[in-house]
């Protein structure tokens, strides 16, 4: 199976691309990259509509998997502009691209396209962002749906697990400062499901096998506030826990675009695919401090 993959120089796009390219052809597309990937990729903007189609007609991907995304709540806060640009207009010409060339498209959504009000949140809750970002991604979501092009819409949750080398995650963050002895501040009263990035590689290859469309919450089994995430990273790592400094998360100078609980309602996922292990998240964390550890 021919799989294009953006965003590839990313944290979930070279987890994808480096998983993925096993038994896979794969290409990946990088706006910058300063270091050579583990798979075949090539450097383009994605705003340059003429280069990318040229690009998609020549690799004729089968499934385009769609990462590439501004995500930063506050900088989408401060650059809506830019925001809409990345993360709307790029997915609508993707999606009519893939149309186009009859390929498959699995967007990769976020829970920020919820207001984070109630928590456990299912496929059938009307989405109610309260920031830039997440009215982005859930516009971008109604541009794929718009272009008829057959899709499969993934909303990730908060996702853990180390980098390999591109891109940076919470448990990047986390264990490098408490190694370096720096203080972290973590929201205790601030939800998610978060999921580790092995498990959402295996259902991102598991949907383009299996040629899945609609939608699917994808997150972890367990409902958890980035405080607890955070003391589990620490204890996977042997990392002294002292250094984490408990918030409210209203506490923060642009608390009115942050969302309280964003958790999920897995049940769907689970059903569509009984095959993928939920392990609990302080096994996932052990497995990453261990290999950390190997020569």
């Given at each position: 199976m021919r799989i294009l993959i953006t965003g590839a120089s990313g944290f979930v796009g070279s987890h994808l691309g480096k998983h993925l390219s096993r038994d896979h052809d794969v290409l990946g597309i990088v706006f910058r990259n300063q270091r050579c990937l583990p798979f075949p990729n090539e450097s383009i903007d994605l705003t340059a509509g003429?280069?990318?189609?040229?690009?998609?007609?020549?690799?004729?991907?089968?499934?385009?998997?769609?990462?590439?995304?501004?995500?930063?709540v506050i900088e989408c806060e401060d650059h809506p502009e830019q925001a809409a640009l990345a993360n709307v207009a790029v997915t609508e010409s993707l999606a009519l691209a893939a149309k186009t060339l009859r390929a498959r498209l699995i967007f990769l959504s976020s829970d920020q396209v919820f207001?984070?009000?109630?928590?456990?949140?299912?496929?059938?809750?009307?989405?109610?962002?309260?920031?830039?970002?997440?009215?982005?991604?859930?516009?971008?979501?109604?541009?794929?749906?718009?272009?008829?092009?057959?899709?499969?819409?993934?909303?990730?949750?908060?996702?853990?697990?180390?980098?390999?080398?591109w891109g940076d995650s919470f448990t990047d963050m986390i264990v490098r400062k408490l190694r370096a002895g720096e203080a972290v501040t973590l929201f205790e009263d601030q939800y998610r499901s978060p999921i580790h990035i092995r498990t959402m590689v295996r259902i991102v290859e598991a949907v383009c096998v299996l040629g899945l469309s609609?939608?699917?919450?994808?997150?972890?089994?367990?409902?958890?506030?980035?405080?607890?995430?955070?003391?589990a990273v620490a204890r996977a790592y042997?990392?002294?826990p002292e250094g984490i400094t408990a918030v409210g998360y209203r506490s923060h100078p642009r608390a009115d675009v942050l969302t309280a609980d964003n958790s999920y309602d897995i049940s769907h996922l689970r059903q569509l695919l009984p095959f993928i292990e939920m392990r609990p998240l302080d096994e996932e964390l052990a497995e990453d401090a261990i290999t950390s550890r190997k020569p």
């Open positions: 003429k280069a990318v189609t040229a690009l998609l007609q020549d690799f004729k991907p089968h499934v385009i998997v769609h990462a590439a995304a501004m995500s930063r207001s984070g009000k109630k928590g456990g949140y299912r496929e059938s809750h009307i989405p109610d962002p309260v920031n830039v970002y997440g009215r982005t991604k859930l516009e971008a979501e109604n541009a794929v749906i718009a272009s008829g092009v057959v899709s499969l819409i993934v909303r990730s949750n908060s996702l853990v697990g180390p980098s390999i080398g609609g939608l699917i919450h994808a997150g972890g089994p367990r409902r958890i506030s980035r405080l607890d995430t955070g003391y042997a990392l002294s």
